[in-house]
């Protein structure tokens, strides 16, 4: 796909505009790094080994190899100062076998289910409402700031446009498509990069 320099320019305008928009927002609104978060899923193929490493190339030489393709969507999320939400994980079975003597209140992450290990608006809607909400509010008080957030998130169908409405206390901005793409996107990348690649480390170090 050719994109011509005019065009390009117009993006880059449009995402420096919207910019400007959120820094005018957070000085008139006066957020601190501490309210201002962001969270975004991701697909986590996680038995999926590393194609450089010894044990998928014995694997790819068995007769009747397919590669692993089954996938888990994980929701990461934090904010500006650096605190990180515990990560919101969706999967296809509602009771996996590994849960079979295991509390899912204790894990270390928020687990969820549906038959496409897809997250959806109501579930987005669950995680926000039923999981961050009161974890934003219990770090505000600990950190002696009041309990506004400013929630970054993209335009994924799976983020309804009324999150703003969800919570009082909680204030929804939408990134510009501009934006995401040019701005947003390639550090977001990095960031799923570090999470996948730490989760498939500590995955082989398991074995």
């Known amino acids: 796909m050719k994109v011509s320099g005019e065009s390009v320019s117009a993006d880059v305008k449009a995402a420096e505009e919207f910019l400007e928009t959120l820094d005018k927002l957070i000085v008139e609104e006066n957020y601190?790094?501490?309210?201002?978060?962001?969270?975004?899923?991701?697909?986590?193929?996680?038995?999926?080994?590393?194609?450089?490493?010894?044990?998928?190339?014995?694997?790819?030489?068995?007769?009747?190899?397919?590669?692993?393709?089954?996938?888990?969507?994980?929701?990461?999320?934090g904010n500006v100062a650096g605190y990180k939400l515990k990560p919101f994980v969706i999967w296809h079975s509602e009771n996996p076998r590994a849960f079979k003597h295991i509390n899912k209140h204790t894990l270390p992450v928020y687990y969820r289910s549906n038959k496409k290990s897809w997250m959806t608006?109501?579930?987005?809607?669950?995680?926000?409402?039923?999981?961050?909400?009161?974890?934003?509010?219990?770090?505000?008080?600990?950190?002696?700031?009041?309990?506004?957030?400013?929630?970054?998130?993209?335009?994924a169908p799976t983020h309804p446009s009324f999150i703003g409405d969800l919570h009082p206390n909680i204030k929804a901005v939408f990134l510009s498509l501009y934006f995401?793409?040019?701005?947003?996107?390639?550090?977001?990348?990095?960031?799923?990069?570090?999470?996948?690649g730490e989760f498939t480390c500590k995955?082989?170090?398991?074995l």
């Open 32 to 77: 601190l790094p501490e309210q201002i978060f962001s969270m975004d899923e991701t697909s986590l193929f996680w038995k999926w080994m590393p194609e450089r490493t010894f044990i998928h190339k014995e694997a790819k030489s068995m007769p009747g190899f397919k590669a692993f393709k089954d996938k888990i969507t994980v929701l990461l999320g």
């Open 180 to 196: 995401s793409v040019i701005c947003f996107l390639p550090y977001e990348e990095r960031l799923r990069a570090c999470y996948r």
């Open 203 to 206: 995955v082989c170090l398991s």
């Open 121 to 155: 608006q109501l579930l987005f809607q669950d995680a926000l409402l039923n999981c961050y909400a009161s974890k934003m509010e219990k770090y505000c008080l600990e950190n002696n700031i009041p309990f506004k957030i400013l929630l970054i998130v993209d335009n």
